[in-house]
């Protein structure tokens, strides 16, 4: 088991000193924001940073059985809608980020889309989500992915507890200092 950390710890980077990861396809450290030089944990100061226009998209999957599936698919689940409800549940966790995420800070979001779309074993979750601010809003696409399809969960669960959810990733995102990402894969 320790190996196998090891191997995953070496391809993520490998911590050095003052909060800083060398990453292997740079040569240079990347300074972690959220350490200060003592290692200790810390909020980021964004008073400094311009005001820009920003957006995240990030998806994920939620897998069932057919069982549950055919449930979902033919409006048959008794506490309702759990596609609508994941919908809304997606766009609330967004609005309520940093109140989950502690060194998140609080954003005027001024845009939030959660699509659920089938596909054979389940649905796949979309998040896009915009801001004008200082700082981005990757952990509010990415949170309301997560709450999304942890509603899909607790709505299906008594026909499916075996139901997974994963594949939560960070798509793209736009604006500020670090620029545009896109994900490869």
Request: aromatic share 2%; proline share 4%; charged share 30%.
């Amino acid at each position: 088991m320790a190996k196998s950390r090891a191997g995953k710890a070496g391809r993520a980077g490998k911590a050095g000193k003052a909060g800083k990861v060398v990453r292997p396809e740079r040569k240079k450290p990347v300074a972690l924001s959220h350490v200060d030089a003592r290692g200790r944990v810390k909020m980021v100061d964004v008073a400094d940073k311009p005001v820009t226009a920003r957006e995240a998209i990030a998806r994920g999957r939620i897998t069932m059985s057919r069982e549950a599936l055919r449930l979902v698919r033919s409006g048959r689940v008794r506490k309702g809608d759990p596609l609508q409800t994941a919908r809304l549940a997606g766009i609330l966790a967004a609005k309520q980020t940093s109140a989950l995420i502690p060194l998140c800070h609080p954003l005027p979001l001024t845009s939030i889309e959660v699509e659920l779309s089938p596909h054979a074993r389940g649905y796949q979750i979309e998040a896009r989500v915009r801001t004008t601010a200082q700082t981005g809003v990757e952990m509010e696409a990415l949170t309301a992915v997560a709450v999304a399809a942890l509603t899909v969960y607790d709505m299906v669960k008594a026909a499916d507890k075996a139901m997974v959810i994963g594949d939560i990733r960070l798509m793209s995102k736009t604006g500020g200092r670090s620029g545009t990402y896109h994900r490869r894969s």
